[in-house]
């Protein structure tokens, strides 16, 4: 089966400017994350949906990121204005099911690597 | 708080050497899972233990969970250099399914 696709892979843009990330998943995964991966650390949630709704945004910083999934498949993820500590790697993410003590597993996209500058 | 912490955070050993890394996290968990990352690259799943299995294997990767330590050990048998990369464990708590990464071990194995 086709992996998560994601695009672009790299985007270079200065401070109070504006990006948007884009994220396919795998056909027939319900769930989707998008993650923040800062150099040198490991993957933080940012937003998780399950189909077209949010189910977790609690770490998502909503006066600059947004995301949606309108139609429960494709998702993007906007960052406006951009700051410089938004220099990271986004990974896309989705899996089979939500429900938990299933196997939730996770397979992950390339990610963008956005630089601020 | 950060629930998953990996050590070391960086291990270099010899092709043919084993590599083990380390896991430890706070609060109950449903299930532990290991990540591998290579430079550049999204994350591949590895191996998921569930919290009443105590020890788990899969090719040349052996898992164990002490969850009465509230930590889980990945060991990497007859390492070759195609296995440099980063490794990460992520918790998945038994009220949700989100994923709690840890900072990861970046593994060095030189030919």
């Known amino acids: 089966e086709a992996g998560v696709a994601q695009s672009p892979r790299y985007k270079i843009i200065e401070k109070r400017q504006s990006v948007a990330f884009w994220c396919n998943p795998i056909s027939g995964h319900a769930t989707l994350y998008w993650y923040q991966q800062i150099l040198g650390q490991g993957p933080k949630l940012l937003i998780q949906f399950q189909n077209n709704g949010v189910v977790d945004d609690s770490q998502l910083p909503k006066d600059r990121f947004s995301a949606e999934r309108l139609k429960g498949v494709d998702s993007t993820l906007k960052i406006q204005p951009a700051k410089l500590e938004d220099s990271a790697v986004y990974l896309c993410?989705?899996?089979?099911?939500?429900?938990?003590?299933?196997?939730?597993?996770?397979?992950f996209g390339p990610g963008t690597r956005l630089t601020v500058l | 708080s950060q629930q998953g912490e990996e050590d070391p955070q960086a291990l270099s050993i010899q092709e043919g050497e084993n590599a083990t890394m380390n896991c430890s996290y706070k609060t109950s968990i449903n299930n532990l899972q290991w990540y591998r990352q290579n430079s550049g690259r999204g994350l591949v799943h590895l191996i998921l233990i569930r919290s009443n299995e105590r020890e788990k294997h899969s090719g040349r990767l052996r898992v164990t969970l002490d969850t009465s330590k509230k930590s889980s050990s990945l060991l990497i048998t007859a390492s070759r250099a195609a296995d440099t990369a980063s490794y990460f464990c992520?918790?998945?708590?038994?009220?949700?399914?989100?994923?709690?990464f840890g900072e990861g071990t970046q593994l060095t194995v030189n030919p």
């Open positions: 993410a989705s899996s089979r099911s939500l429900t938990s003590g299933n196997n939730n597993e996770q397979f």
């Open positions: 992520a918790t998945d708590a038994p009220s949700g399914s989100r994923l709690t």
